[in-house]
């Protein structure tokens, strides 16, 4: 018969994976940075599994999950993983637009006047950056 440390280990190992298999954020790190979108059902499924036998680790994936934009499904036409952005940003943090525009229509498939004159452009901050988990270049 096992002994009780076996078991708790056992159950405690099975909690910690169940918990780390049921955040988006961890299964899908490439939708960081959305902000708002089609709910997906299965991370949203695992997460309540989460709430159903461990409900704070279940809350909080839910937090993290939606707090991260990674609950959400991404919109595949126009989803562009923000890794493929750092070629058009300079040394000194500006973006190059041609290497963007090139960069769009390559992923997206479509061709942006970033030249136009009614386009607006506004600057980012740190924590933006941060929060797709890219660094400052700066």
Request: proline share 7%.
């Amino acid at each position: 018969m096992p002994s009780l440390k076996k078991l708790t280990a056992a159950m405690l190992s099975a909690a910690l994976v169940t918990q780390l298999s049921a955040c988006g954020t961890l299964l899908y790190p490439e939708r960081r940075g959305q902000i708002d979108g089609q709910i997906d059902p299965a991370i949203a499924v695992l997460n309540g599994i989460g709430i159903l036998f461990y409900v704070i680790p279940g809350l909080i994936a839910f937090a993290i999950d939606f707090s991260t934009g990674a609950i959400y499904l991404p919109d595949g036409k126009y989803s562009v993983a923000p890794e493929t952005l750092a070629p058009a940003l300079n040394a000194d943090g500006t973006v190059n637009q041609a290497k963007l525009q090139a960069i769009l229509e390559q992923q997206l498939d479509i061709n942006l006047p970033l030249n136009h004159p009614n386009l607006q452009q506004r600057s980012g901050s740190a924590e933006q950056l941060a929060a797709l988990g890219l660094a400052p270049a700066a």
